[in-house]
């Protein structure tokens, strides 16, 4: 099957520092990318939509100047975390959706990140 | 707005079969999806309906009722390794993604 390749699987961090996350489809092309970010015992929630050649579509409440979404190409996209505090510390996931593929059978999601922030 | 509603946490006994429910309210709808997330990992695909009735793959089963905006996943056969949160997702009109809070899942020996 597809698989998505996210790095780093977890990362600890000083406050005020950046942290780059990465998410790259393998063996397919990705036209479109989602950021999830997920706290304990708690759902997804949608931060972005990345949009290969395009800037992404950030969901309402998301600081699109500290959370830096790069989708360069189609099977590459970078969030940035961008001086980062304790309360960024959360589990970071992305999915790639296969370009033309249907989201029943072609969205598939990285293995995450688990951020501390000190 | 648009809301998805399953429960928090269920217990089981292993070899046992056991129903998550989930309730959606979504502005449109384009499908139901269920994915099994066991801790620290990331949602694996379980199961994609879009049309009333019941999906049978093996162990997991899943139903549709689209007029009453409910679905539900049933495990048979339980196994230890089945021990995970299940999240329920509808897809809108717009083609997003919208996620439930997950379902803990507790298989006990």
């Known amino acids: 099957g597809a698989v998505v390749s996210q790095h780093p699987s977890w990362v600890i961090c000083k406050s005020g520092t950046s942290v780059k996350i990465e998410c790259r489809s393998l063996?397919?092309?990705?036209?479109?990318m989602f950021w999830y970010r997920q706290f304990p015992k708690q759902s997804l929630m949608l931060m972005a939509t990345?949009?290969?050649?395009?800037?992404?579509?950030?969901e309402q409440g998301v600081e699109k100047d500290k959370f830096l979404i790069n989708h360069a190409s189609l099977t590459l996209s970078t969030l940035t975390v961008t001086s980062a505090h304790p309360e960024d510390s959360s589990f970071y996931i992305c999915?790639?959706?296969?370009?033309?593929?249907?989201?029943?059978?072609?969205?598939?999601f990285g293995s995450g990140t688990q951020l501390s922030v000190l | 707005g648009q809301n998805i509603d399953q429960p928090t946490e269920m217990t089981a006994t292993e070899g046992a079969i056991v129903q998550i429910n989930c309730t959606y309210q979504?502005?449109?709808?384009?499908?139901l999806f269920w994915y099994q997330q066991h801790a620290g990992e990331a949602p694996t695909f379980l199961s994609y309906?879009?049309l009333d009735g019941l999906e049978e793959k093996g162990r997991f089963s899943s139903f549709l009722s689209r007029s009453k905006g409910y679905s539900y996943l049933l495990l048979k056969e339980l196994q230890m390794k089945d021990s995970a949160s299940y999240l329920c997702?509808?897809?809108?009109?717009?083609?997003?993604?919208?996620w439930g809070a997950g379902t803990k899942l507790i298989i006990k020996p």
């Open positions: 999915s790639a959706k296969e370009t033309g593929g249907s989201f029943s059978e072609k969205l598939f």
């Open positions: 063996d397919f092309q990705a036209t479109t």
């Open positions: 990345s949009n290969e050649g395009s800037k992404a579509t950030y």
């Open positions: 979504t502005s449109g709808f384009n499908g």
């Open positions: 309906n879009v």
């Open positions: 997702a509808a897809l809108d009109s717009n083609y997003q993604l919208i």
